[in-house]
């Protein structure tokens, strides 16, 4: 397995353009969720899902907006991004929402938004 | 509101030591605890997870306790090496949200 994949590993944006960090999992997993991870504020949820079809938010999901078609992908995506957003982003899945299971990340995307 | 704290934010030991790292959390209801190693640059890997109804955990050198009715949990590094410098990071699954709720992490350094 290859567990959970993150691309592109690093992106240079304007503020105002648009993209889409990309996160994938060969798991078999229910559960993806989206983190962004700033200096001095630990990781924050963005968004969650708890299985295809299924997305919601998390502490911060401004900005950001997610889809789930299907069980493997779990795409993020900026539309008019900010140098706010300026941040390590982390995609990370388990098998099955809400119960004692391990949590896996990704190697993480990092962003700057000039 | 269910938020995580660590404390120290930063520690630095000479090799060999014993050493304690905090994590405290604010709601009892969390289905389990994990402990997370993150190095430079680089993604978190799981070290430990404590399930609710647990109260310790071990792996190797490192031993994580959990104290649900104090709202704290302990990583416990046996004889610190220098290749166990690192951010380490706790984090609570709250059974009322299952959102994975992270603290701020302790970032470790062990000098030679």
């Keep these: 397995n290859a567990g959970v994949t993150q691309t592109p ?19 078999n997993h229910e559960y993806m969720s989206w983190y962004r991870q700033d200096p001095g504020m630990g990781l924050r949820l963005i ?24 069980t493997e992908d779990f795409p993020l995506r900026l539309l008019s991004a900010a140098p706010s957003q300026t941040s390590v982003y982390f995609c990370a899945s388990r098998r099955i929402p809400g119960t004692q299971e391990t949590q896996y990340f990704g190697p993480g995307t990092r962003l700057l938004v000039l | 509101k269910q938020e995580v704290t660590q404390i120290p934010a930063a520690l630095s030991v000479p090799e060999g030591e014993n050493l304690v790292l905090n994590c405290s959390f604010t709601d009892s209801a969390i289905y389990n605890l994990q402990w997370f190693r993150q190095d430079p640059g680089k993604g978190l ?3 430990l997870l404590i399930q609710s109804s647990q109260r310790e955990q071990t792996s190797g050198r490192l031993n994580a306790s959990l104290d649900k009715s104090s709202g704290r949990s302990t990583l416990y590094i046996a004889a610190s090496q220098p290749g166990d ?5 706790c984090a609570a699954i ?3 949200t299952g959102k994975l709720i992270f603290g701020q992490g302790t970032t470790l350094q062990v000098k030679p």
């Design chain 1, 47 to 70: 968004h969650y899902s708890v299985g295809a079809g299924i997305t919601d938010q998390g502490e911060v999901p401004n900005g950001y907006n997610v889809s789930r078609s299907t």
């Design chain 2, 94 to 96: 709250s059974s009322n």
């Design chain 2, 45 to 47: 890997t799981s070290l």
């Design chain 1, 9 to 27: 590993k690093f992106q240079v944006l304007k503020t105002g353009q648009s993209m889409t960090l990309q996160c994938a999992q060969d798991m």
């Design chain 2, 85 to 89: 410098s690192a951010t380490y990071l």
